[in-house]
């Protein structure tokens, strides 16, 4: 499995946008990367997947250069609800595969 | 649509007792897996369960064994209770050809 780095914690402020880079240098080929959002006392939440160049949805935008070893997990205009744990994950794609979840960063979000 | 549920939500043990969390999928799911977090860290894969066998399993002792039922719903259980098993224990469902996993809100298992 692919191994991930991101940093342990960022700060921002309410309006601002977002970007935390995930470090995956020995990715295969078949592999996905994944990010997950998590509260405080609640199970991780999928927040946007992707294989290469950019995917977008409503809630953030991930972008994957070329060489597919690192990606970007935006989120725009953070708000206080948005302070979170937000893991970055590499692996094959399939509901069969285990999650391996690295120690996340920690988002905090001021006013 | 009822997401994943789990229960209970919070539960005391003492060492060395055996304690057991039930799963219920998400509706159409046919995957479980469970997961162990410790505070401060990522969750850990446990095990998964599909078409009520064991089909994976992480770096965790006999001690920790689980069930899947017809329905899909799933038992997670641990014997011989240690300190160190004290986490939040998630579970997650997923279609078996499908990525996305959906957690459920998670067990605080305490054990003293």
């Known amino acids: 499995l692919a191994k991930t780095t991101q940093p342990i914690s960022m700060d921002s402020y309410e309006g601002q946008e977002v970007n935390i880079t995930c470090s995956h240098n020995n990715i295969a080929t078949n592999d996905y990367i994944t990010w997950y959002q998590q509260f405080p006392s609640q199970g991780p939440r999928f927040i946007i997947q992707?294989?290469?160049t950019k995917v977008t949805n409503e809630v953030a935008s991930l972008f994957i250069p070329a060489d597919r070893k690192s990606s970007t997990l935006s989120l725009p205009r953070v708000s206080l609800s948005d302070t979170a744990v937000y893991y970055c994950l590499v692996g094959d794609i399939g509901g069969r595969r285990a999650l391996t979840f690295g120690s996340g960063t920690r988002l905090q979000v001021q006013p | 649509d009822a997401g994943v549920t789990q229960s209970p939500t919070h539960l005391i043990k003492t060492r060395g007792q055996q304690v057991t969390l039930r799963c219920s999928p998400k509706?159409?799911?046919?995957?479980v897996s469970w997961y162990q977090q410790a505070l401060g860290q990522g969750p850990q894969f446990i095990f998964q369960y599909y078409e009520e066998e064991e089909r994976q399993r992480g770096n965790f002792p006999d001690r920790f064994s689980g069930h899947q039922f017809p329905n899909y719903s799933s038992e997670l259980n641990v014997n011989a209770l240690l300190l160190g098993d004290s986490a939040l224990y998630l579970c997650a469902s997923s279609l078996y050809q499908v990525n996305e996993a959906f957690f459920g809100q998670g067990t605080r298992l305490t054990v003293v």
């Open positions: 992707g294989y290469k």
């Open positions: 509706s159409g799911h046919d995957t």
